[in-house]
């Protein structure tokens, strides 16, 4: 609170927090109780049959898709231009989630990732050629084998063979709502109407190559905007230490040290079992670690981790739906529950908000060409937009989580109005914008200037 008070001298800024409804991940006693399983949630598989489509599934969770889309009144407005932004799609986990030894073997044969540069130059353009990365482990490296990780032919972190199955599916049904179903998105891809943006880690650039293809079948190859990595906004990467000091104060705060604390039996069980040194910091400051380890394996068919000296030693059902309620309860927490999570969000993704509002903008004053902005992130990403916008429920936002902004314009009176979608249905908050299902364009514009100031100078202000 003492913090909260402090920075909002700053400026004029009117970031007023609202909180979420109260959930499941609310109450840590809900969190702990072993009887609520997976609180409906899917982790073991990316298909859902069609009657269970929008449920959680952090496998592949639920997007735009034209089955469940909800149109709008064609005969009221016009659609202008979307904005679609989703987390990239599964993926081997990230080297430091790996265990200190990994008993199982992993290969990533069936897909490759390509690393090449091109001259622009018409005399130059045959001067370079497509390289492929073929992972693998040479036997006479005496380091070959490695103990902290998984051993095999991946990269870790890389977008897998399934995943790239579910990217390129998404792609498709992305097209077959707003190229099919709408008639927006032009036949064929065309760079002044349509953009695709990924991030400096080099998975959403995997992602996208399958999300493209999907939509555009006929292109060989396209550029994707990237932002510099030391002010990327999408990921994002931009320096802002009161950003980083209010995460600091939430991880210090005594809930989030209390859910730690009622976790420390199961930390000395997982320890048990993967080997993980039990003074290790980054393991035990939250469930981060256990949880990709875990989701990753579940949403690939494996079997749950067993010790490396003990096969009989191995993860309960039990343990893992544990592990994946204290993630969400951490996500819930950060990004919505504390006080300062608002605030938190705001500093730390309001120049996406920025970029994003004069998008709107340059459409509405007709100053743009562009009808649609396609963004691959990352779970952080996904939980600093919802948490901006102050959005009801909020659980981990698994793979391929999306939020989608349509822009569209009134054919009676000439207002420009705005509809956002989160997992394929409206984004309900509990902040000022409430129901964000056709909202004066001026209300969404006046809510992030609030946040952020008219010219973005409070948020320059607070991260200095």
């Not at 990994?102 to 490759?112: G, K, N, Q, R």
């Not at 005496?142 to 998404?170: K, M, V, W």
């Not at 990924?198 to 990237?226: D, Q």
Request: charged fraction near 20%.
């Amino acid at each position: 609170m003492l913090l909260f008070a402090a920075l909002a001298a700053v400026d004029f800024a009117q970031i007023v927090h609202h909180a979420p409804i109260q959930n499941e991940f609310s109450d840590l006693d809900q969190v702990f109780n072993s009887s609520r399983g997976t609180n409906h949630g899917i982790y073991n598989s990316s298909f859902v049959p069609s009657s269970r489509y929008g449920e959680y599934n952090f496998c592949n969770m639920p997007h735009v898709r034209k089955d469940t889309y909800s149109q709008v009144d064609q005969s009221e407005y016009k659609l202008q231009f979307v904005e679609v932004i989703h987390r990239h799609h599964k993926r081997t986990p990230y080297a430091q989630n790996c265990f200190p030894v990994e008993t199982l073997v992993l290969h990533c044969d069936d897909a490759v990732n390509n690393y090449y540069s091109e001259f622009k130059t018409p005399a130059q353009i045959n001067n370079t050629m497509k390289i492929s990365w073929a992972n693998y482990q040479n036997r006479y490296n005496p380091f070959n084998f490695i103990h902290n990780g998984y051993n095999g032919t991946c990269q870790f972190p890389e977008i897998s063979s399934a995943g790239l199955e579910d990217s390129y599916q998404h792609g498709l049904d992305l097209y077959g709502v707003y190229g099919e179903l709408l008639e927006f998105l032009p036949a064929r891809y065309d760079p002044k109407q349509v953009r695709f943006r990924v991030t400096n880690n080099v998975i959403t650039s995997h992602v996208v190559s399958a999300v493209v293809k999907a939509m555009y079948p006929h292109e060989k190859g396209i550029e994707v905007k990237v932002e510099a990595d030391g002010f990327d906004a999408l990921e994002p990467t931009y320096s802002c230490e009161i950003a980083d000091a209010i995460a600091s104060e939430i991880t210090s705060s005594s809930e989030w040290q209390r859910h730690l604390a009622k976790a420390a039996d199961l930390y000395d069980e997982l320890d048990d079992i993967s080997g993980v040194d039990p003074n290790s910091k980054d393991w035990h400051q939250s469930f981060d670690h256990y949880f990709d380890n875990t989701a990753f394996r579940l949403c690939h068919g494996y079997d749950l981790a067993c010790n490396s000296g003990n096969s009989s030693l191995c993860m309960t059902q039990h343990q893992a739906e544990q592990i994946f309620r204290l993630g969400d309860f951490e996500y819930n927490y950060k990004f919505r529950i504390h006080e300062n999570s608002t605030l938190y969000a705001a500093t730390s993704y309001g120049a996406y908000f920025n970029e994003l509002k004069h998008r709107l903008l340059e459409k509405a004053n007709g100053r743009s060409s562009l009808k649609y902005s396609h963004n691959v992130a990352h779970d952080g990403s996904i939980a600093r937009i919802l948490g901006f916008l102050q959005v009801d429920y909020l659980r981990w936002p698994g793979m391929g989580s999306e939020v989608v902004f349509e822009l569209y314009e009134g054919l009676n009176d000439g207002e420009w109005y705005l509809r956002a979608l989160y997992m394929g249905r409206i984004l309900t908050t509990t902040g000022p914008l409430v129901e964000t299902d056709m909202i004066p364009l001026r209300d969404f514009v006046g809510y992030i200037e609030s946040m952020i100031g008219k010219d973005a100078e409070v948020l320059v202000n607070y991260c200095g």
